[in-house]
């Protein structure tokens, strides 16, 4: 049974940074993409970044391009998000989701992952 676990939210200042964590026990790495998502209230969710390891690209949403960066560590099976210069518009639930797949993710729709985490909680005060 593969299981995502999202975490590292938390409440933080326009300008700071955060990195996020997922951690994803019984998904094998091998022909995958990787992504984050969000939504915030009254808002569809979102995909911000993603990762297919076909050709080892990645694709960002324009509103997160140059601040965001998706990664992983295989060896630890966990999935990250670091987060610059954070905007109170990136106030969000954030999930992580992951998919076995020789498809390269782009853009990162939500329907082309088939696992989800438990979002985490990224709020930004102005």
């Known amino acids: 049974e593969v299981q995502l676990q999202a975490s590292g939210g938390g409440l933080v200042q326009a300008g700071e940074s955060l990195r996020l964590s997922c951690a994803a026990s019984g998904f ?4 995958y993409a990787i992504g984050w998502f969000r939504q915030a209230p009254g808002k569809e969710r979102e995909g911000i970044a993603c990762f297919s390891s076909r050709d080892g690209s990645t694709y960002y949403r324009d509103s997160v391009k140059g601040r965001f960066t998706i990664s992983s560590a295989i060896s630890k099976n966990t999935i990250y998000l670091q987060m ?3 905007k109170p ?4 639930v954030y999930y992580c989701a992951a998919v076995t797949t020789q498809m390269v993710v782009r853009p990162c729709f939500a329907y082309y992952m088939d696992y989800w985490g438990k ?8």
Do not use: P, Y
């Open 89 to 92: 518009e990136d106030t969000a």
């Open 119 to 126: 979002g985490t909680q990224v709020t930004v005060s102005s």
């Open 84 to 86: 610059d210069r954070l």
């Open 28 to 31: 094998i790495f091998d022909n």
